[in-house]
């Protein structure tokens, strides 16, 4: 098992950043490709961004490319989501996934998570 916490929301106005992180612990011995969904008000929860346990693959939504960037810190078992030129549309609670894995360039599918999260809120005012 591995917990999962986020921090780093709050409210930003549009064009501002913002940076989210999440900590590991527990099993944090294993490997673990991880990636960052959000969830707006009554919408489903949607994909953002993913990294390999090696960090060296990276995935994005087409809604954020260009202006998110997920990276880790094995070391230290956090990943973080450097949010820029935010939009009002960004507004979410976002949550952040691990999904064991034993290959480092393993990129999961947005459904392969196993452990989330409780989530921290991101509101972007215009």
């Known amino acids: 098992q591995v917990q999962l916490v986020e921090s780093g929301g709050g409210l930003v106005q549009a064009g501002g950043s913002l940076r989210l992180s999440c900590a590991a612990s527990?099993?944090?011995?294993?490997?673990?490709?991880m990636g960052w969904f959000r969830q707006a008000p009554g919408q489903e929860r949607e994909f953002v961004a993913a990294?390999?346990?090696?960090?060296?693959?990276?995935s994005y939504a087409d809604s954020v490319k260009g202006r998110f960037t997920i990276s880790r810190d094995n070391a230290k078992n956090t990943v973080s989501l450097q949010m820029n030129r935010l939009k009002t549309e960004d507004t979410a609670v976002y949550y952040c996934?691990?999904?064991?894995?034993?290959?480092?360039?393993?990129?999961?599918?947005?459904?392969?998570?196993?452990?989330w999260g409780q989530g921290t809120q991101v509101a972007v005012s215009s």
């Open positions: 996934a691990a999904d064991p894995t034993v290959n480092p360039w393993y990129l999961p599918g947005p459904y392969e998570y196993d452990y």
């Open positions: 527990g099993r944090t011995s294993r490997n673990y490709a």
């Open positions: 990294i390999t346990w090696s960090g060296t693959i990276t």
